[in-house]
């Protein structure tokens, strides 16, 4: 069972914001979400990316323009989930999971065209984070008003599954669907309760590390940006040990792909012929 990755959209930043020592200029980094079909649960989605809830909606939020303005998301049409799926075979009431693997906009943006699916998070930390202020869930990146309601009676807790071995010196995942193929693994540091998700099964085995840095080379020691992205870091201490921990497994032979890596990943999906 392997993932596909596509590419919700586009940001372009500064090199030096997501990579220390890099060289000058800016770098245009992915926003990636991925799409596995399970043989027994369908196809499932890893998060959603950025759609237009974020940067077009008209209902938005003062906070959410002002973020969608200095972010610029260009977003890729023909990667957006549907359109994915649709290539696929599938419709959006087919997908009856989504994972969230933490609750940035560029994650959950599309969450209310799944108003179907079950969502496979940690259900602590999605309490935490509708039971705070929105000046306080502003303050990690959060913007409630993309969290469609309902999400709690809608949550299964990937604390509450079985913890397994994971391969290549990781240490044990949550099983998500009970059979070994899909683990998902705390990353902590980026966000709260940020995971990523192992796949034991394929050769190599893959980790889809999710936000642990935004360029691989940052995996390398001294790489890893200084301020801001320091700052942003909801765990400073806890991110350095992740990111020596997925550079470790992808040293042991494991590969890594990343959300917003500008590199293509062999997870890719090829751009539509035209
Ligand atoms: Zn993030």
Same mark, same amino acid.
């Given at each position: 069972m392997k993932p596909v990755f596509p590419n919700s959209a586009t940001v372009t930043v500064n090199g030096r914001l997501v990579l220390?020592?890099?060289?000058p200029g800016r770098v245009v980094l992915k926003v990636r979400y991925g799409v596995l079909v399970h043989p027994v649960h369908g196809p499932v989605l890893i998060d959603t990316g950025y759609g237009p809830q974020v940067t077009a909606a008209p209902g938005r939020s003062l906070t959410l323009r002002l973020y969608s303005t200095v972010l610029r998301p260009m977003l890729v049409e023909d990667q957006a989930p549907q359109a994915v799926l649709a290539r696929m075979g599938?419709?959006?009431?087919?997908?009856r999971l989504v994972i969230l693997t933490h609750l940035h906009a560029d994650h959950v943006?599309?969450?209310?065209? /799944? %108003?179907q699916a079950r969502i496979l998070t940690r259900r602590a930390v999605l309490a935490a984070t509708l039971g705070r202020s929105r000046f306080a869930n502003l303050h990690r990146g959060? /913007? %409630?008003?993309l969290l469609p309601p309902g999400l709690m009676d809608r949550c299964t807790d990937i604390d509450s599954l079985p913890r397994v071995a994971a391969p290549l010196g990781l240490p044990d995942g949550s099983?998500?669907?009970?059979?070994?193929?899909v683990l998902a693994m705390d990353l902590p540091g980026?966000?709260?309760g940020h995971f990523g998700l192992c796949f034991p099964h394929l050769a190599p085995p893959l980790l889809y590390a999710c936000d642990v840095q935004w360029r691989v080379q940052a995996l390398e020691p001294g790489r890893a940006p200084g301020y801001p992205a320091r700052a942003v870091a909801e765990d400073r201490a806890a991110w350095e040990v992740t990111t020596a921990q997925v550079a470790a497994f992808a040293r042991a032979g494991g590969q890594v792909v990343l959300c917003h890596q500008p590199e293509d990943t062999p997870f890719d999906l090829p751009a539509v012929a035209r």
């Open positions: 220390r020592k890099a060289p599938f419709t959006p009431a087919d997908v943006a599309r969450l209310d065209e /799944f %108003p959060i /913007f %409630p008003e099983d998500l669907f009970g059979d070994g193929s980026h966000a709260e």
